[in-house]
C-alpha cells in the first residue's frame, strides 16, 4: 500500500479516491493531525486526505510524519 521513499517518506499506493482506506489508516495512526478545515478533500474528518502530515503528489500523497 506505500512505497518507501529514499528521504524515508512514504508514497501511498492506491491514489486519491481511496477515501474508505484512508479513514481506516488515519484511525489507526497516533501522528494523525487535521490539517486546516478548508484544505480537507475527504468527509471523514479523520483522514490522511485531512491530515497535516500529507503532501499531495500528482497521483497520490505522501506522508511526511516519521
Ligand atoms: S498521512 Fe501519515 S500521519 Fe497522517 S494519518 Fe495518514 S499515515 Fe498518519
Do not use: H, P
Amino acid at each position: 500500500m506505500w512505497d518507501i521513499m529514499v528521504d524515508k517518506t512514504r508514497l501511498f499506493l492506491l491514489g486519491r479516491d481511496a477515501d474508505t482506506v484512508v479513514a481506516q489508516i488515519a484511525n489507526e495512526c497516533s501522528s494523525f493531525v487535521a490539517d486546516d478545515e478548508d484544505e480537507w478533500v475527504a468527509d471523514e474528518e479523520c483522514s490522511c486526505y485531512n491530515c497535516r502530515y500529507r503532501r499531495w503528489t500528482q497521483e497520490s500523497f505522501r506522508c511526511m510524519a516519521g
